[in-house]
């Protein structure tokens, strides 16, 4: 079992640097962030299993990067809108053979709690 713990999340104004972490207890290969804005479903942000690995979602506009520093995930934004504004999670798998940039959720056996983005203007 590898715990997912999440931070970073907060209140910010559009146009400040916005950056979440994402912390495992463990050993895991994929990652990735998927967020849930309100009235719509949780969607995928970015995934990735190495930095050549990486993928992020078409209508963010390039606006998101996804890291990874010292085994710690983050998602980091110098752009954030207020349509940016929802609860942010983490996700890892912890097989080697993850299918790299996967953006469905149901390839990710561990999830972090969530973590609450506000985005005012």
């Known amino acids: 079992q590898v715990a997912l713990v999440e931070s970073g999340g907060g209140s910010v104004q559009a146009g400040e640097s916005l950056i979440l972490s994402c912390k495992p207890s463990?050993?895991?290969?994929?990652q990735a962030w998927f967020r849930q804005t309100p009235g719509k479903q949780r969607e995928a942000v970015a995934a990735?299993?190495?930095?050549?690995q990486t993928k992020y979602a078409d209508s963010l506009e390039g606006r998101f990067t996804i890291y990874t520093i010292k085994h710690t995930l983050y998602l980091q934004t110098n752009t954030p809108k207020p349509e940016d504004t929802g609860m942010y999670y983490c996700?890892?798998?912890?097989?080697?053979?993850?299918?790299?940039?996967?953006?469905?959720?149901?390839?990710?056996?561990?999830w972090g709690q969530g973590t609450q983005v506000t985005v005012s203007s």
């Open positions: 996700a890892a798998d912890p097989d080697p053979q993850c299918r790299p940039g996967s953006f469905r959720e149901s390839d990710y056996e561990y």
């Open positions: 990735m299993k190495s930095i050549a």
């Open positions: 463990g050993t895991i290969y994929c």
